[in-house]
């Protein structure tokens, strides 16, 4: 086999730079948005209210219970015909977020029960309200708890993102199918995408590592 | 007596048939119990006896079924933010959050297991309350809480995390966390029933000296020597019921209720 090293050298310009504005943009904004819902989530759940915590329950079942790539084409191909045409950029975001909000939203209300009472209590005998002790005293200690989860969630996010191709985003995979169906060098360009992926999940592997360590500093060891 | 009688102006609290239940579980039947300005009272009984849950009603901790808790003026006549004025709460009737913060204000608890906030400082744990819920200055509250670990010998420890103490010291510096907030009545829940024996005695001086100082007290414990030493008063609690109270030299030197006597007599074989 010979080896075309020039189309590798060329194609890796526009894989990194899918990389750098597709990918990497795209499981920022849809890991921030996701952990807001999820937190609201996770509060909802953990409410005594049974109406809110149904609601949310039902969520994150509807979530967890269908595939990532049935959820972003029910948002891009399915909505339109009720009307809502959104763009591949907020269709993506959308799906990715609300996939992130199931999903971190059973770490959070874990790592959340997993502090225990007696801080709630000793919150609430220096005079703090419930919102305060939550989130002065809870959700610090409950952040320790679901950063290695969530880490995972995060690494996981950012492989998932390849499916936005399929919704006609512009990221790292796309461009790379973009150049191997020109070209016809699949083996090359779909090794050197995984290539990018893997340095990118290593990076994250980490600094989940030195966030951890952070974290950890004031628990015993 | 209703809560909007005049109180006796030495009480710092009065509470009235406190009643509580968990589930079909009855734990407290009917609880009276005054304290005074200065006094230290010591609650004593078998597990089980409803101890802790009277002291958690006492701070809003827990919310009785029924009975009255008031609180009389402050000495400061109501300095603090509002929570030196007099309080009375009816547990007869739903109270709401409000009304339970308003208890929460006038005292102060330490608990058995510490509960120091992990994520930290020695300093920070001090200020916290003093800080975000009482508003006070930063530097102000600094300033207090340093004089007051420098009293429990633990100034140097300010920027350590509760993890780095031993028992003895998480229980002072929990202790100091209590008395920043400047409470009418301090609540002290088997203090030191999670300590090594060995360090036990540093946190009872501690307590001792606050009693000395004329802070207002309750104490649960098993530390019948101390408390015959330290407490003005024992209450002796069996079933959920008041069975004994009196001055701790009579209640535990010389008691008259069958259940108190064989109550004593078992603790001091324990030890
Ligand atoms: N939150 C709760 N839910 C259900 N039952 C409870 C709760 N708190 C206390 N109880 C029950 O109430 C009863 C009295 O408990 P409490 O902790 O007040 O006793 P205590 O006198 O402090 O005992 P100990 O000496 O063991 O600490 C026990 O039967 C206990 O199981
Ligand atoms: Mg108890």
Redesign the pocket.
């Known amino acids: 086999m010979t080896f075309n090293w020039d189309l590798v050298w060329s194609s890796f310009g526009p894989i990194i730079g899918g990389a750098l504005t597709g990918t990497i943009p795209l499981t920022l904004a849809s890991f921030a948005f996701g952990l807001l819902l999820a937190l609201l989530v996770a509060l909802l759940r953990l409410s005594p209210n049974r109406v809110l915590s149904g609601i949310a329950r039902f969520y994150v079942s509807v979530i967890r219970g269908t595939p990532l790539l049935v959820q972003l084409f029910v948002i891009f191909y399915g909505l339109p015909s009720l009307g809502v045409k959104l763009e591949p950029w907020p269709s993506a975001i959308i799906a990715f977020s609300l996939n992130v909000g199931g999903y971190a939203a059973e770490i959070i209300r874990a790592a959340i029960l997993s502090v225990p009472k007696g801080q709630w209590e000793a919150g609430h005998t220096i005079g703090m309200s419930g919102t305060q002790t939550l989130v002065r005293i809870i959700l610090p200690q409950a952040a320790r708890v679901s950063v290695p989860p969530l880490s995972n969630t995060f690494i996981s996010l950012v492989k998932d993102t390849s499916l936005a191709s399929l919704i006609l985003v512009t990221e790292l995979f796309r461009n790379a199918q973009q150049i191997a169906a020109f070209s016809q060098e699949f083996m090359v360009l779909y090794l050197e995408a995984a290539l990018v992926y893997w340095v990118v999940c290593l990076a994250l592997s980490t600094a989940q590592s030195a966030l951890e360590r952070r974290l950890d500093r004031y628990v015993a060891h | 007596m209703s809560p909007t009688d005049p109180v006796d102006a030495s009480l710092v609290l009065s509470a009235r048939g406190l009643t509580k239940s ?1 589930g079909s ?1 009855t ?1 407290l039947r009917g609880i009276d119990l005054d304290v005074r300005r200065g006094k230290v009272v010591a609650l004593i ?1 078998p ?7 009277v002291l958690r009603s006492l701070n809003g901790l827990e919310v009785p079924d029924g009975g009255t808790v008031t609180f009389g003026v402050a000495a400061d006549g109501g300095g603090s933010g509002g929570a030196g004025r007099p309080l009375a709460l009816d547990f007869g009737s739903p109270v709401g959050k409000r009304e339970i913060a308003a208890l929460r204000d006038r005292s102060a608890m330490v608990f058995q297991h510490y509960n120091l906030f992990p994520h930290m400082t020695v300093l920070k744990n001090v200020t916290e309350g003093p800080v975000q819920v009482q508003k006070r200055p930063k530097a102000e509250a600094e300033a207090e809480a340093l004089r007051l670990l420098a009293r429990v010998g633990l100034a140097e420890k300010r920027d350590a995390y509760p993890f780095q103490l031993s028992g003895g010291q998480q229980q002072r510096v929990g202790i100091v966390r209590a008395l920043a907030l400047k409470p009418q009545l301090l609540l002290f829940d ?1 203090p030191t029933s999670a300590l090594d024996p060995e360090l036990v005695g540093e946190v009872l001086a501690v307590i001792k000296e606050l009693a000395e100082e004329g802070w207002t007290m309750v104490i ?1 414990t098993h530390e019948l020597g101390f408390a015959r030493h330290v407490a003005d008063e024992v209450v002796f609690m069996d079933g959920g019921v008041v069975v004994e109270r009196g001055p701790a030299a009579e209640v535990l030197g010389a008691p008259r209720q069958e259940r108190t006597k064989q109550f004593v007599k078992r603790i001091q074989h324990e030890v």
């Open positions: 968990f579980n734990v009984g597990s089980g006896s409803g101890k802790t849950t088997e649960v």
